[in-house]
């Protein structure tokens, strides 16, 4: 059961993750290029899954924007993890004023909604997919850096990092070689369902028009146009909706198979 | 009739080697019968099989009868009647056997109240009376406080008193003084000697411990691997062990009788098996 | 004999919130090259407060300490190395003092790779050498280096753990309850293997338990704490075999022996 979820998973997210490479050499028309006299075709032939207002194939275009979907997940989640991990780590390993400094401050970016900091960016340097990541990558950070935090209380209480310092490792070695070998695998599990968020907030973004801007497809900027045509033709909003709740689906289950997996005590008896 | 009659009890989980194999005993009214083996031996899986709390995978075969219920036939519903009202056990591990988020007098009530036919107000008084009985000195006070609130061995005394309230006919401890230092240990085994001996109930006492089992069973069986490898009663085992696995255990439960800076006498062989086989 | 360890009325002093807890109060005491001094009490009377002070993993609130006639009260980590290379620890619970996502190899070796402990220590250590020969001196298969701890039992993981408290030749061994955790048949192997180490490494031993039959088999030298303090000490036969305090005699007294005989 608990393995059929990881399963899942791992499949929905491979099944983006082919079709965003796929798109780099091959998609059955140009995501781009403007054609009038094709626009709002239905599902069908050679449309598969019909034309946009702008006459443009939306297979292509849902498969160019996986890989924008992706490219946005792995950078701000990057981010988040990259900052996040580090000040997690020292939090939790120096304790004092630092932790408490440190975990205040977290609190205060997590209080701070990420679209706030989204329009924050666009106003000031123009809505563009790199504000979106960088807005989404710093409200992921305070989760990460909670998760991180706690999973280094968890280690350094144990009698193996007192071993170490009776060996006469620093502290960067208590850090490198203990601690995150040991909280890498609920890292591993929050940056999965902070993948998931980043999706849907991405989405959320573009739609918006606080994201990447046309013509690049993204899945939020293709709901938006198909917003447009909800009346004419609502078919076309299902799919960009239903290719990021598949993805959020998908890393969401990917999340929980591996805490599940990776958990010795909900592990089944063997 | 006996209380407990256990027949050609055998466990398995998966594909493994079986955790329990060809198990038989008895235990007869107010008896008190200790078993013992090392960590992987099979003795706490025996005790959870008697109490019908195997987990879900486990393949069991062989009969468990208690006071003429066949356990391995019952549902859980009937099963979780007879626990704690007819048997009822007492855990290793004092911290995880309470529930942290409620005081400890509330726990041992709801176990009295799911079980007997009593009023709230009386409840409170019987458990203060039986904390007391157990050697808590101010029952009131522990009563009153939350786990995390009390020493380990006055934990481990509050969950005997859960244990024995509902006056059960037998009571299975699994390594009840394991974790606790000796002294504590000790006074623990004693107050459970007592309160036993008081209820007349019997007990399936579970320890790596020959010389702690001595203290409280009259009865030992051996279990090494899964089987039982010797059985007997205490003087007998302790002046003539036959096998010799029994043999290392009594030996390394006498360390008194050994002068320092002489060797111990191990059982080099049977305990430093790999462990994967276990 | 030279005093290897020195302390002179040492505290620990730990707060919790509004209440405040002595857990080592004014602690004298005198380790000498090559003694034998085993620390009894129940939990909770500061033992491992005062050992964790020793290996200076734990800062005294006041007092001092000598090691081999430095003070390392006061010192920071990195002046440590000497201290670090000849005191080393085992502790109670090998499975949580053995990092799980490291191999055997690996954990063996940690206090050889500490850039503060290998300047102490002979050019000469190879630390491939090293491994295979404290492996074989606790007892394990040499191919136990590429396995993990989960993969052996709770006696050999404590093998484990005394062979990488070996590793860097230390001159002081302090074993927090070592054998506690262990089922009482394996119990006798880590205790035999602990005094065979003493005996010919002429390892200075200190030994924490609340198992006074535990400390009396290895230790020449005996101190009793009870909240905090030194109640009780001496020459271990002496204290054994005629207890000055009530509180060592009910220590003695709790220990469990087989008795063939119901009282009741």
Known sequence: MKRAQLVAGLV??????????????????????????????????????????????????????????????????????LIGVPLGMLAGQAGGWLDEVVMRAADVVYALPALLLAILLAAVFGASTVTAMVAIGVATIPAVARVARAGTKQVMAADFVLAARVAGTSRWGVAGRHVLPNIAPVIGVQASVGFALAILAEAALSYLGLGTPRPTPTWGNMLRDAQQYLFVMPIQTVWPGLAIALAVLGFNLLGDGLRDYLDPRLRELP | MSLLVVRDLRVRFGRRRPAVDQVSFTIDGGERLGVIGESGSGKTVTALAVMGLLAENAVVSGSVELAGHAITALPERDMARLRGDLVTMVFQEPMTALDPTMPVGRQVAETLLLHADV???????????????????????????????????????????????????????????????????????????????????ACLFISHDLAVVSQ??????????????????????????????????????????????????????????????? | MDDLYRAEALSRRFSHGQRQVLAVDTVDLVVPRGGRLGIVGESGSGKSTLVRMLAALDRPTSGRIWFDQHEITGLRERDLGFLRASVQMVFQDPLSSLNPRMRVGDIITEPLRSRLVRRQLDDGISADRRLAEVLDAVGLPADSADRFPHEFSGGQRQRIAIARALAPRPEVLIADEPVSALDVSVRAQVLNLLADLARESGLTLIVVSHDLLVVRHLCDHLAVMKNGSIVESGPTAEVYADPQQDYTRALLAAVPRIQTHRSS
């Open chain 1, 12 to 81: 929905l997210v491979a099944l983006i993750v082919i079709t965003a490479v796929v798109s780099v050499f091959w998609t059955p028309f140009d995501p781009i290029r403007v054609v009038p006299s094709e626009r709002l075709l239905p599902p069908g032939w050679p449309h598969v899954l019909g034309t946009d207002g702008f006459g443009i194939d939306i297979l292509s275009r849902l498969m160019v924007g996986a890989r924008t979907t992706l490219v946005v997940g792995i950078i701000s989640v990057g981010l988040a993890v």
């Open chain 2, 119 to 201: 009023e709230r107000g009386s409840a409170r008084a019987r458990v203060i009376e039986l904390l007391g009985e157990v050697g808590l000195s101010d029952p009131a006070r522990v009563a009153a406080a939350f786990p995390h609130q009390l020493s380990g061995g006055q934990r481990q005394r509050a969950i005997l008193a859960m244990a024995l309230i509902n006056a059960p006919q037998l009571v299975i401890c699994d390594e009840p003084t394991t974790a606790l230092d000796v002294t504590v240990q000790a006074q623990v085994l004693a107050k459970l000697d007592q309160a036993l001996t008081a209820s007349g109930a």
């Open chain 2, 216 to 278: 409280i069973c009259d009865r030992v069986l051996v279990m090494l691997e899964g089987r039982i490898v010797e059985r007997g009663t205490v003087a007998e085992l302790f002046s003539a062990p036959q096998h010799p696995y029994t043999r290392g255990l009594v030996e390394a439960a006498s360390l008194d009788r050994i002068e320092p800076g002489q060797r111990l006498p191990t059982v080099a062989g049977l305990l430093d098996a790999p462990a994967g086989e276990s």
